[in-house]
């Protein structure tokens, strides 16, 4: 039960570049949802899906692109990386329609610096 | 969004009932409120969600009063274990993290 997981773990790029960070899940829920995670801080939410091919904003958009066509996979795009979007990505899925609850599981993160 | 207030960090011991509050004032008739627990370096962790009275499960107690802008955690004998950031959060899908509550239990 590989559940919710991200690649890479460590990402180092430079400014300007386009990063893409992956996020894969086998519960085939059909919420997910990209945080990020500045140091010292609660998590900020970016984008997220209701389900394929369906995405919607979150509070913190701007600089950032995602598709959606598998279920399972979400991927985040930064078109064009800046220093202030280095942080620590956390991608999470949940599946209310499956629970009782709106329980979102985390995944493990990916820690992205900006040079 | 509902935005939420909780205290900043606190102190416990190892066997200590903690309990932790939080205030919404804004929060909307579908809103559910939903504490999570995080670790450094990991991503965070459901705990209990409820949308009114009182909700227990093996790890924790969540109570809302009847006016619901307000909620409070409440975990059992805390251990040392239990030391992490708890976040209080109040939403439907689209969920706001504060700035959490940085618990502390020393033995």
């Known amino acids: 039960d590989a559940g919710i997981t991200q690649s890479p773990r460590y990402k180092i790029t430079e400014t300007g570049r386009q990063v893409t960070l992956m996020c894969h899940q086998t519960?085939?829920?059909?919420?997910m949802f990209w945080y990020r995670q500045d140091l010292g801080h609660g998590l900020r939410l970016i984008y997220y899906?209701?389900?394929?091919?369906?995405?919607d904003k979150g509070e913190v958009p701007d600089g950032y692109v995602v598709s959606r066509s598998k279920t399972e996979n979400f991927p985040l795009t930064l078109e064009s990386a800046t220093r202030s979007q280095t942080s620590v990505y956390f991608c999470?899925?949940?599946?209310?329609?499956?629970?009782?609850?709106?329980?979102?599981?985390f995944g493990p993160g990916t820690r992205l610096t900006v040079t | 969004l509902a935005k939420t207030t909780q205290p900043i960090s606190m102190d416990s011991y190892e066997g200590q009932e903690v309990n932790i509050t939080c205030s919404h004032n804004n929060i909307a008739t579908n809103d559910y409120i939903t504490w999570y627990q995080q670790f450094p370096s990991q991503g965070p962790r459901f705990i209990i969600q409820?949308?009114?009275t009182k909700v227990t499960n093996e790890v924790a107690s969540l109570f809302i009063p009847a006016d619901r802008k307000s909620s409070t955690l409440s975990l059992p004998r805390v251990s040392l274990s239990d030391t992490a950031v708890y976040y209080c959060l109040v939403g439907f899908q689209k969920l706001v993290f504060g700035t959490g509550t940085r618990l502390l239990v020393s033995p």
């Open positions: 899906s209701a389900a394929a091919d369906i995405t």
């Open positions: 519960w085939s829920h059909s919420y």
């Open positions: 409820g949308y009114k």
């Open positions: 999470a899925s949940s599946d209310p329609g499956k629970s009782t609850s709106y329980e979102q599981y």
